[in-house]
């Protein structure tokens, strides 16, 4: 082999898509056959003797149907087991050569392809989508230089430093082992009292306790990369950086009220979301944006860039746009594709680096070693989702599942046999150099000194957020710690954590439990001493940490529930829908009973649900068209009365025209109220009124929602 040309592979959007094709097997005008091909005559009948009598050892069909069966199940990942995932595309909007020279930074025409795996940290596979919990936000590259996982989180931040505490976080988090409850949830004992004696979670329970933790859908949850890397320019110099997800469609969020009910009716809420807007082409669009920070730079920023319970705030260090990451194509099998794609940390490409992140360099091991078990052996790249476009050449060899035939008889290097072949990489050819990072020190169990502030972002994230949230973050504090059932854990965890981050969370989680308020003013300021001390830089607030401030201006891919009997006014449906639907989103006609419906026009209307099988839980806003019959009939109807009460209790838009305002009487709404529009359809101002208020997503205003049923 010419050792001057190695060989390469060209990559665009459809590269994984294609090089996956031949993997794919359609049964379409196909016969029946066993795994080794042998066409089968009958697969409903055991091979025995008699009519009546024992099955035969030599059915050779029966023997592989079942075994194939027995094994269809893998072990499901000990985190992250829950998810949903989809195909598309990343391209850079300008080249980034100055930073980093991967070239999937390079050049702005091209799309490489990834796989995004979104996800729940602690439930089973089994489990709901909607239970408050971190969202897993996993992208693989597959780039000209290989595979590239980014492996985030939806919340920047975790819950501890060093990840040799990480198998104590997940058990404590994870369902009790003497009883195995509860499920998907950290609403016990174990968890908080893991919690309370770990000061250096207080960060990211501020996050798991937020909106944060509830997304209203994984197309509108932002993604980080939590640690801090290193960009590697072709010069060899060195930037740190953060990256982030920022999703166009802007950050929204559920209520927990919502999430505990969709956990009921529609457990896989997110993951239809996902797949249903694919399949209609409302493709999720993300954008890439990266916080580079210069190495000489770094301290003076007062933050220790290798403490994963850290954030830089965007007010110090802005994040930069680069480019676009766009899902346009669902698996077509979900154990092959979602299930058994395998991410890893440790898989980077040349102008990508680590850092010395002590969680970091943890799950640089963990993630390659719990494939290994996972996915049944050191082969589980060959897997068609996890296999790179990249040419693979090495030694390694044999194994389980191993599906490369390799050829020769080399399997050493250095060789000449082989004539030397594979042959290394010179950096100028592409091989991967690492960062040659100076490292000094004795070896030791311990941390920096940088590493001991826990409460001060703690604190800045509560003080950023708008009063609603700070009030949603003291009710999950409040419900979670209600379900504990020691009292000096939840003691523990005011005295300890709660009352080192702020005062007002501290005293109405104690009052909603109960418990005691400590005296605060002397444990604040020790903590504020100590950070000032350490060289934290102090911020009142971080307005980009506040969903309050996230994007409002477009309803596009929203969801309006629209009440309708016989006899609903057809003028306002048809005005109000071409409207919405104009504007991007889409209306899903309700009724008592699936079927039709009939509009005062004498026409038949498709319903697309029945109030037995969906809520307004489901829904970014509701509207009720007029029609004097199809109110009465609404009016008297107890579940589309409770509908519309639980939307406004939930600060939901909602739009009614002409007598349709009788229901929200009957609901006990009183009008004008922020948020609900009354009109008439057939004006000119009525949809560009209720466009607008579904565009804001919540009216957290409605001081009399709590008068309201729920």
């Not at 985190?79 to 070239?103: C, D, N």
């Not at 109110?631 to 007598?659: M, N, W």
């Not at 997503?697 to 929602?705: E, L, N, P, Q, Y």
Request: aromatic content about 8%.
């Amino acid at each position: 082999m010419d050792k001057k040309t190695p060989e390469t592979v060209s990559i665009n959007e459809h590269s994984k898509t294609t090089e996956l094709e031949k993997n794919r097997s359609d049964p379409s005008g196909q016969r029946m056959t066993t795994g080794q091909g042998v066409p089968v005559e009958d697969t409903d009948n055991s091979l025995r003797v008699g009519a009546r009598g024992p099955t035969l050892l030599e059915d050779f069909h029966f023997r592989e149907k079942i075994m194939r069966f027995d094994h269809e199940r893998i072990p499901e990942r000990v985190v992250h087991a829950r998810g949903s995932a989809a195909h598309g595309y990343f391209q850079v909007y300008e080249s980034l050569a100055e930073y980093t020279k991967a070239k999937v930074f390079q050049d702005p025409s091209k799309k490489t392809p990834v796989f995004v795996r979104f996800s729940t940290v602690l439930g089973s596979r089994g489990s709901a989508d909607t239970v408050r919990d971190v969202r897993g936000f996993a992208v693989k590259f597959y780039t000209e230089e290989g595979n590239w996982d980014l492996v985030g989180n939806n919340i920047p931040v975790f819950f501890i430093q060093d990840g040799i505490k990480f198998p104590d976080v997940v058990h404590a988090a994870k369902p009790e082992p003497h009883h195995e409850m509860p499920q998907a949830g950290t609403a016990h004992d174990s968890f908080w009292d893991f919690a309370s004696l770990v000061p250096e979670s207080a960060h990211m329970l501020m996050w798991a306790m937020s909106d944060r933790a509830l997304p209203r859908s994984y197309r509108m949850m932002e993604g980080f990369g939590v640690h801090t890397f290193r960009l590697v320019n072709a010069k060899g110099v060195s930037h740190f950086v953060k990256f982030h997800w920022k999703p166009l469609l802007g950050v929204h969020s559920l209520v927990w009220d919502e999430s505990q009910k969709l956990a009921g009716k529609d457990p896989d809420f997110h993951r239809r979301d996902l797949w249903e807007a694919i399949e209609k082409g409302d493709f999720p669009e993300y954008e890439l944006g990266l916080q580079i920070i210069e190495e000489k730079e770094a301290e003076k920023l007062g933050i220790e860039l290798l403490d994963s319970t850290k954030i830089i705030p965007e007010e110090l260090v802005p994040v930069r746009r680069v480019g676009k990451l766009v899902l346009n194509r669902n698996p077509t099998n979900f154990f092959a594709e979602t299930e058994q794609v395998a991410f890893c940390t440790s898989h980077v490409v040349p102008g990508i680096d680590f850092t010395d992140d002590p969680l970091l360099q943890a799950r640089n091991f963990s993630y390659l070693d719990t494939q290994l078990t996972r996915l049944g052996g050191p082969n589980f790249t060959e897997i068609p989702i996890n296999r790179p476009i990249a040419p693979v050449h090495n030694f390694h060899q044999d194994g389980f599942h191993r599906q490369t035939i390799d050829q020769g008889r080399v399997n050493y290097f250095p060789n000449s046999l082989g004539g030397g072949c594979p042959f290394m990489a010179s950096a100028q050819q592409g091989g991967y150099r690492h960062f040659p990072e100076k490292v000094t020190g004795e070896k030791a169990r311990q941390r920096a000194e940088s590493f001991q502030d826990h409460f001060s972002q703690a604190s800045l994230f509560f003080r950023s957020m708008s009063k609603p949230e700070r009030e949603h973050i003291i009710m999950a504090f409040q419900f979670e710690l209600a379900k504990v059932e020691r009292e000096e854990v939840r003691k523990r965890v005011i005295e300890e954590i709660l009352v080192k981050i702020d005062a007002e969370l501290a005293t109405e989680v104690a009052q909603g439990l109960g418990v005691p308020v400590p005296v605060m003013t002397a444990v604040k300021g020790k903590i504020e001493k100590a950070a000032e001390t350490l060289g934290i830089p102090r911020l009142d607030k971080s307005p980009a940490l506040s969903q309050e401030n996230q994007k409002k201006d477009s309803i596009k891919t929203r969801k309006i529930g629209v009440l309708v009997a016989d006899g609903f006014d057809a003028a306002d449906l048809q005005s109000t829908r071409t409207a919405i639907e104009q504007a991007g989103a889409q209306m899903v006609l309700i009724s008592r009973r699936l079927g039709s419906v009939k509009a005062s026009d004498g026409q038949s209307v498709k319903v697309d649900k029945t109030a037995l099988t969906t809520g307004s839980f489901e829904y970014d806003a509701v509207f009720v068209p007029g029609g004097a019959p199809s109110v009465a009939v609404l009016k008297k109807d107890g579940d589309s009365v409770h509908f519309i009460q639980e939307a406004y209790r939930h600060c939901k838009p909602i739009g009614v025209t002409k007598d349709a305002a009788e229901l929200l009487k009957e609901g006990g709404i009183s009008t004008p109220a922020l948020g609900v529009v009354v009109g008439d359809a057939g004006g000119q101002d009525f949809s560009t009124k209720f466009i607008a208020a579904i565009a804001q997503h919540r009216f957290w205003a409605r001081h009399d929602k709590d008068l309201i049923s729920g």
